[in-house]
């Protein structure tokens, strides 16, 4: 009988949990904040693209390691150094935001986000919606081209600072004095955040897509690329014609009245990811009319 207690004993013994102290409930719990934060960051940036990309190469190495595939072993084994340090290269502006995001961040307000399900319900109040709208239309009317940018989920920061920083509240007056012919501002695109204007005379990427018309300038070409890099909704302003185009996921929707303009802002009040597959939808549906 004692021997079986004494078995009993050590069996239990070998699955019982070890002592978790203090420590290491603090460990547990620095450790689970910042991978959290780490994910938002890259999720909010363009490496989310990238980390997609590194999973996939991760299986094939799992694949090639399954199957004993020694020479593709060997050459993600030679590159993963490099790639490392390309990766620290391509995207050391966003390291370094997010260090200095990191270093200027509220840890309350980060460990416990009051409102942020509810900021993230709506980007933009109504007002701001028809103070856009109501600049667009007039210059396009009067054929006075502008590049605006919209921004989603993905920070434009490193665009945001090649341009002259504004941080104003969103009227239509500001924006139709912005892009008027001949004044400091109106080279470049403006970026709007939220319900403010954040900065005006903004590079952009041009797009190398050469499905876009010969007959598109650079203004339409930087409104579609910046759609390709992030998830931006981009309105553009014809100088030429005076027509109203839009650009979000890479694709162009032209010819765009006031209110399908509505309309396409209205949807990324709630799910950025879905009104990228309707603008798809849209864009392919309207195509398939015209021709």
């Not at 460990?111 to 933009?124: L, S, V, W, Y």
């Not at 909704?233 to 014609?241: A, D, F, H, K, Q």
Request: proline share 2%.
């Amino acid at each position: 009988m004692e021997a079986v207690i004494s078995l009993f004993k050590e069996y239990f013994y070998v699955l019982s949990f070890p002592k978790i102290g203090l420590t290491d409930i603090l460990e547990i719990f620095i450790i689970a904040f910042t991978i959290y934060h780490v994910s938002l960051w890259v999720k909010r940036t363009r490496a989310w693209a990238l980390v997609k990309g590194i999973l996939i190469l991760f299986l094939c190495y799992i694949v090639a390691y399954l199957l004993n595939m020694s020479v593709i072993l060997w050459i993600f084994n030679k590159t993963i150094a490099i790639g490392i340090t390309a990766l620290i290269i391509v995207f050391q502006p966003e390291l370094r935001k997010a260090l200095e995001e990191l270093g200027k961040k509220n840890i309350v307000r980060s460990i416990i986000p009051f409102d942020e399900q509810k900021d993230k319900n709506k980007r933009f109040s109504d007002r701001s919606i028809n103070e856009i709208i109501r600049a667009t239309v007039e210059m396009a009317k009067v054929k006075t081209g502008a590049l605006i940018i919209l921004e989603q989920d993905i920070v434009l920061t490193e665009y945001e600072r090649t341009g002259i920083t504004l941080d104003s509240t969103i009227s239509s007056q500001l924006l139709i004095n912005i892009f008027e012919h001949n004044t400091p501002l109106h080279d470049g695109a403006v970026i709007i955040r939220g319900d403010r204007i954040v900065a005006a005379t903004c590079y952009l990427p041009l797009s190398d897509n050469l499905g876009l018309s010969k007959e598109l300038g650079t203004r339409h070409r930087a409104g579609v690329g910046i759609s390709e890099v992030s998830d931006s909704l981009t309105i553009i302003v014809s100088e030429e014609t005076g027509k109203i185009s839009i650009a979000i996921g890479g694709k162009l929707l032209r010819n765009v009245d006031g209110d399908l303009l509505r309309k396409k802002i209205s949807e990324i009040q709630g799910n950025p990811y879905e009104t990228k597959k309707r603008f798809k939808i849209n864009f392919h549906s309207k195509k398939a009319k015209q021709n």
